[in-house]
T-cell receptor, first 116, second 113 residues
Framework: DAGVIQSPRHEVTEMGQEVTLRCKPI?????LFWYRQTMMRGLELLIY????????DSGMPEDRFSAKMPNASFSTLKIQPSEPRDSAVYFCASSLRGPCSGNTIYFGEGSWLTVV | AQSVTQLGSHVSVSEGALVLLRCNYS??????LFWYVQYPNQGLQLLLKYTTGATLVKGINGFEAEFKKSETSFHLTKPSAHMSDAAEYFC???????????FGQGTELSVKP
């Protein structure tokens, strides 16, 4: 079974450039999450969607960050303009949200972003 | 608000020794608790989870964890460490609303030969 698929796996970009990270959740899952991992701050939830609708974006750092989920099988996280402090690993994850919210969240392999 | 505290950012054990990684949580509602493992340059993989029922939960690779409500703890253990267990381990609590996970800061496990 295909897991959560993220692209690109690695990206190096110059400060000021636009960065778009992509995610394909596991088929049938209706919740999607974007996390960011850094040494200083650990794993932070940026935003999550239920049934393609953003539910909580309180973790989005600032207006430079935006996320969309146009359909159940695709999501993007965009940073414009990018800054060196955005360098991190960005994880996409998905789950099947049912009556029991203890459902397992499955993570992709991550997108390693370096902004120089 | 929910939170997770992992005691010890780095734990080192000898091969064959007991592994104990500590996790305490704070939650205003009955929690769902998780342990994930992250190997270098990889994503997070679920080790085990507690939702309801038996408080001793067994997971993959010989790991287990016990939910202790009175101590608000969910410590991860393994009787005998292998070199392949070297990784970073994350404890997490679910918010019981949208199913999002709140993670602890992680504990890096080193295994010495």
């Amino acid at each position: 079974d295909a897991g959560v698929i993220q692209s690109p796996r690695h990206e190096v970009t110059e400060m000021g450039q636009e960065v778009t990270l992509r995610c394909k959740p596991i088929s049938g899952h209706n919740s999607l999450f974007w996390y960011r991992q850094t040494m200083m701050r650990g794993l932070e939830l940026l935003i999550y969607f239920n049934n393609n609708v953003p539910i909580d974006d309180s973790g989005m750092p600032e207006d430079r960050f935006s996320a969309k989920m146009p359909n159940a099988s695709f999501s993007t996280l965009k940073i414009q303009p990018s800054e060196p402090r955005d360098s991190a690993v960005y994880f996409c994850a998905s789950s099947l949200r049912g009556p029991c919210s203890g459902n397992t969240i499955y993570f992709g392999e991550g997108s390693w972003l370096t902004v120089v | 608000a929910q939170s997770v505290t992992q005691l010890g950012s780095h734990v080192s054990v000898s091969e064959g020794a007991l592994v104990l990684l500590r996790c305490n949580y704070s939650s205003s509602v009955p929690p769902y608790l998780f342990w994930y493992v992250q190997y270098p340059n990889q994503g997070l993989q679920l080790l085990l989870k507690y939702t309801t029922g038996a408080t001793l939960v067994k997971g993959i690779n010989g790991f287990e964890a016990e939910f202790k409500k009175s101590e608000t703890s969910f410590h991860l253990t393994k009787p005998s460490a292998h070199m392949s267990d070297a990784a970073e381990y994350f404890c997490a609590v679910s918010d019981n609303q949208g199913g999002k996970l709140i993670f602890g800061q992680g504990t890096e496990l080193s295994v010495k030969p």
